[in-house]
């Protein structure tokens, strides 16, 4: 069974930092994408930063490019992500998610996490 499991979230105030780390089980991190998604109140879910553990590839959101930086430890099948320079517009739920294709589009992801809250103060 895939599970996927955030944590690191939490309150803090803008400029500051946090580091989310998605533990995984039941597959095998050298044969999937994983990403970080994440949803803020009342908008839709978007890729944040997506890695192909095959070939290390990576992907960020514009809004993030500069800040964010997505790492992964595929001997200890997890996930990182690195939020620096944090602002209030980043504040949302955010999640991991696996698949076997590399995409940015959460409808293409099969497994997901149940999500970790991030809450920016300005």
């Known amino acids: 069974e895939v599970q996927l499991v955030e944590s690191g979230g939490g309150l803090v105030q803008a400029g500051g930092s946090l580091r989310l780390s998605c533990a995984a089980s039941?597959?095998?991190?050298?044969?999937?994408?994983i990403g970080w998604f994440r949803r803020a109140p009342g908008k839709e879910r978007e890729g944040v930063s997506c890695?192909?553990?095959?070939?290390?590839?990576?992907y960020y959101a514009d809004s993030v490019k500069g800040r964010f930086t997505i790492s992964s430890d595929n001997a200890k099948n997890t996930l990182y992500l690195q939020m620096n320079s944090l602002k209030p517009e980043d504040t949302a739920v955010y999640y991991c998610a696996a698949d076997y294709s590399f995409s940015a589009i959460p409808d293409e992801y099969d497994y997901w996490g149940q999500g970790t809250q991030v809450t920016v103060s300005s």
């Open positions: 890695i192909s553990s095959s070939d290390g590839s990576t």
């Open positions: 039941g597959f095998t991190f050298d044969d999937y994408a």
